[in-house]
């Protein structure tokens, strides 16, 4: 099994009072193709900054990105805008992600019009495609943002994450804002998508249930740092780094059986409904 993207290295510093704040420290990971690779860690632990690093939305400040066997940090921006139509990003904040003056169609329809030529009624099917494809009907094309609910704001976003055909998505915090019934219905979505297309999945998230139901493999950051990794069950079962230990001591209903949160993670895929 290939990789699909390696960091090697990776260091983010910002200048902080005179001083260098160090975001990520020293970061390398490996993330299999057609896998779900989880970051998880408390806030402010580096995660996101990582996220932008791998997606080169924010240079390293040192360390390598390699995506496909391209080394991200040596490319042209227009090499690596072509590279970044096989790279999608699905945001924390599904209603703020989305520009309020415009409809759902025209959102959807940007990343098509920056990465492919399709025009007119090939460009309208592709879009109707994508809605179908995330449980929305082709009506909602013509809704405003406003008009929609937080859980199908964040199906517009997955689809026009998904507009490019990409195969790597990273997923920062795709259901924290969202109802936890909702959150359901969202991380059905995202597991079917990802069997369905063999996507490989980025899961960047403080919760711990959302990670151990979607993730194949499993990093610990804590001040910029990854403390752990390795198989999701292992690491849920038999942590080894005491933050681990600690991080899961927190998260409620802790002592559940094994399948944390199943009933909550596999409720019915009410999908568009939401």
Do not use: W
């Not at 990789?3 to 970061?27: C, G, M, Q, Y």
């Amino acid at each position: 099994m290939t990789n699909v993207l390696s960091l090697e290295k990776i260091v983010k510093t910002f200048p902080h009072h005179k001083r260098v704040f160090t975001a990520v420290d020293d970061v390398s990971l490996r993330i299999k193709e057609g896998t779900v690779y989880g970051l998880v860690g408390e806030s402010g632990s580096g995660k996101s900054t990582l996220a932008r690093c791998a997606m080169q939305l924010m240079r390293p400040t040192s360390g390598r990105t390699i995506f496909e066997g391209d080394d991200l940090g040596k490319l042209t921006p227009r090499a690596l805008r072509n590279v970044r139509s096989r790279m999608g990003m699905v945001l924390q904040n599904p209603v703020a992600s989305l520009n309020p003056r415009m409809t759902i169609g025209a959102s959807v329809a940007e990343p098509l019009r920056a990465h492919t030529t399709l025009k007119g009624q090939a460009l309208q099917s592709k879009i109707e495609d994508l809605l179908d494809e995330v449980g929305l009907g082709a009506g909602h094309a013509h809704r405003l943002p406003h008009q929609l609910s937080g859980g199908q704001c964040q199906r517009v976003g997955i689809a026009r994450a998904l507009a490019t055909s990409p195969r790597l998505l990273i997923l920062d915090e795709p259901t924290s804002a969202l109802d936890v019934s909702v959150q359901a219905q969202i991380l059905n979505l995202l597991q079917d998508l990802q069997q369905q297309k063999g996507l490989t999945y980025l899961l960047i998230s403080h919760d711990l249930d959302v990670v151990r139901y979607l993730s194949d493999e499993v990093a610990v950051m804590k001040s910029g740092k990854i403390v752990e990794s390795g198989a999701a069950e292992r690491i849920f079962t038999d942590p080894q780094h005491d933050y681990t230990r600690t991080l899961l001591e927190a998260a409620p209903g802790h002592k559940a059986s094994p399948a944390v949160g199943s009933h909550t993670l596999s409720a019915p895929n009410t999908q568009g409904s939401n």
